[in-house]
């Protein structure tokens, strides 16, 4: 059942935090990821390199975790698990939004087509716990 991002959430995901992602890996285990993200409407987006590790874990187990603190304030985190897909829908755009958000550069050239995961939130897990 997919639930919507809350304004907590979607405020750590607009600013400049770096969100932990952590996908199954072939033996089962958990495996994390520091990542850049960003939020497009109701779903965290990020990239990850075409037929590298976390693309690969996606493709065989689409069940991830996204754990997001605040950097000004790292006693206020959310966990987001969900669902991941794939896409490459309007990868270019929200890889040069990324880019910016993370680096400050604009227009930078992006050689092949990014990968983007797109992650359907099932559960919001807060810290401390949201009333």
């Known amino acids: 059942m997919t639930v919507q ?3 907590f959430t979607r405020n750590l995901l607009d600013r400049k935090n770096f969100p932990i992602v952590a996908t199954v ?3 089962g285990s ?4 520091v990542i850049w993200a960003h939020r497009h409407d109701n779903h965290a987006v990020f990239m990850v390199a075409r037929g590298g590790r976390k693309h690969r874990d996606i493709l065989r187990d689409n069940r991830i975790s996204l754990s997001l603190f605040d950097v000004e304030d790292p006693y206020r985190s959310v966990e987001i698990r969900g669902i991941a897909e794939v896409t490459e829908e309007n990868s270019y755009e929200l890889a040069h939004e990324l880019i910016e958000k993370y680096t400050g550069e604009k227009n930078t050239t992006i050689d092949e087509p990014p990968v983007f995961v ?5 559960a ?6 949201q009333s």
């Open 118 to 122: 797109r992650l359907i939130p099932t």
């Open 25 to 27: 890996g072939p033996d």
């Open 30 to 33: 958990a495996r994390g990821s």
């Open 124 to 129: 919001l897990l807060h810290y401390p716990k």
């Open 5 to 7: 991002l809350d304004g």
